[in-house]
């Protein structure tokens, strides 16, 4: 590409996402509005946030270079992003999200669950769990974004990774959500334009829909023997049942983060910004259409890398990258596409990184500033709100997440999105279900229910899932072996087990404690 012309391009960009973040600044005068958009956010607009925050470069360099690895089996995940990650969070989680987080006059998703239950001990902990975990996840888009501007500029990796924390952190710090989703709607735009540019480019260079799936299944015996052995039969089909692949592909990428996008956090916000229901139903649709571009794009694209690069050069992408699936990606796409589409793609790719990690930021900031300083007792304003914390929250939250991108080891992006969306779902599902759908739910159920499912989760990943036990070197320390049990709990995501343990805490701790009082029950509910 050419820097100048490329240098040029991203200024016209970044300066029209700072007249956007402008705009959000401008309106932003209250605390709802830093916080929640002022909840009268456009139905498509809250659509087009969701989907781009949803989706990050994660989903586009880190699993479309796991989707390379393992083939086109990832293409359930895309049917449970659409399934559970749009029709049903919208449908049924949102709409009561919405109406409750409205009744309570609440604003973030600790503060939801605290007041659900009536406990600052819910928000306090939620929060804390929230800043102290979430930059795991953070640091990976950090590093998925910065991986392809060292490409794109030719910049030092290093000096890539900076820049990006800096831009996004200025535009969390001044404009709020309002600004946040602004942005995120513009990048959802190019996002969705530049995904849908890659599909047709691939299948063209592959020889068509069919040829190119023919060609992938051909290539069945290029398999590493490494992967066949553990389960791998060919990129078009499914893991041997039972495999340790199989249950990688389907207890951790498919039903880790299918099925953990309905507690996360700064997902669950957006839910909060639309005036009423309506809104929601509306979103749905263009949230569907955006989801099948966006990861059905990566998916399919990943697999059939491997019939390029075997017909041009001979090896496999896996080959080609060096085993570092997360430089699959960037190396297909600057190995065939055209200038104008590097450019495109350099855009789709900042602005996957930039919508999420803006998002990911102003939840961080939340949580420390709102829910647990100020649940603590911190007060600045005759309100009983400050923005001082939240913003402090924030630069905390950027300066993790830098820390951590530096020092977190090669092709950790689809697998730290994995730990992050598991976790969500063991500690916060149970009580958040539970708490718009089941009355007699207690904030004792809950409680409990939140730490056993982050606790058990946490120690699966430390004690008996090796593809994190073995790097992280605990189990190794103590007892000698990288996990505790042997197969198939080596390779059998934590959620599988922490989720039911979590929903069993909190349905037995809550039948067997003293129901929500009537009023607060009423005021929850009506």
């Not at 930059?135 to 990976?140: D, F, G």
């Not at 390779?491 to 039948?511: E, G, M, N, T």
Request: charge should be neutral; charged fraction near 10%.
């Amino acid at each position: 590409m050419n820097l100048a012309v490329l240098a040029v391009i991203s200024l016209l960009y970044f300066g029209v996402l700072t007249l956007l973040s402008y705009v959000g600044y401008r309106q932003t005068v209250s605390a709802d509005d830093y916080l929640v958009a002022g909840r009268n956010m456009n139905p498509w607009v809250m659509s087009l946030s969701y989907g781009a925050t949803f989706i990050s470069t994660s989903a586009i360099v880190g699993f479309g270079g796991v989707a390379a690895m393992y083939g086109f089996s990832l293409l359930w995940l895309a049917f449970l992003n659409i399934v559970l990650g749009v029709w049903i969070a919208f449908a049924y989680l949102g709409t009561r999200i919405r109406r409750m987080s409205t009744q309570l006059n609440v604003s973030t998703f600790p503060s939801l669950l605290g007041a659900r239950y009536n406990s600052k001990a819910i928000t306090v902990f939620s929060g804390l769990a929230i800043f102290a975990l979430m930059p795991a996840y953070t640091s990976i888009i950090l590093i998925g974004g910065a991986r392809f501007l060292e490409e794109a500029f030719t910049l030092d990796y290093n000096v890539a990774l900076l820049i990006l924390a800096v831009i996004v952190g200025l535009y969390v710090l001044t404009g709020g959500l309002k600004a946040v989703m602004y942005t995120d709607a513009l990048c959802a735009a190019i996002m969705m334009i530049g995904m849908i540019a890659l599909l047709i480019g691939t299948y063209r260079v592959v020889g068509g829909i069919v040829p190119g799936h023919q060609a992938l299944t051909a290539l069945k015996n290029l398999v590493p023997d490494n992967l066949a052995a553990m389960g791998h039969q060919g990129w078009t089909a499914m893991p041997a049942l039972g495999s340790p692949i199989w249950w990688t592909v389907v207890s951790t990428i498919i039903m880790g983060v299918g099925v953990g996008v309905l507690a996360q956090p700064q997902l669950a916000m957006r839910f909060m910004t639309v005036s009423d229901n309506r809104g929601l139903y509306r979103a749905v649709l263009i949230g569907s259409i955006f989801i099948f571009c966006m990861v059905g794009t990566a998916y399919m694209v990943g697999p059939l890398s491997n019939v390029y690069f075997h017909e041009n050069y001979g090896m496999i992408a896996a080959d080609v990258a060096q085993g570092n699936v997360d430089l699959i990606i960037p190396a297909f796409i600057t190995s065939f596409m055209p200038d104008w589409f590097l450019y495109l793609f350099t855009l789709t790719l900042l602005s996957a990184a930039i919508s999420t990690l803006s998002s990911l930021i102003h939840v961080q900031g939340t949580a420390f500033g709102r829910d647990v300083l100020e649940t603590m007792g911190y007060r600045q304003d005759n309100n009983g709100h400050s923005s001082l914390p939240t913003r402090i929250g924030v630069i905390v939250g950027v300066i993790l997440a830098v820390i951590l991108a530096y020092i977190l080891p090669d092709s950790i992006i689809a697998r730290a999105t994995a730990f992050w969306f598991g976790i969500c779902a063991a500690g916060f599902m149970p009580a958040l279900i539970g708490g718009l759908y089941w009355r007699r739910g207690t904030k004792s159920g809950a409680l409990a229910s939140i730490i056993v499912g982050f606790i058990v989760s946490i120690l699966g990943f430390v004690f008996l899932h090796v593809a994190e036990s073995e790097p992280f070197g605990i189990s190794m320390a103590l007892f000698g072996k990288p996990a505790l049990l042997p197969f198939p709990w080596t390779h059998v995501d934590p959620l599988f087990y922490a989720l039911p343990v979590s929903a069993l805490v909190y349905i037995i701790v809550s039948l067997c404690t003293k129901p929500p009082a009537a009023d607060h029950l009423e005021r929850t509910f009506s």
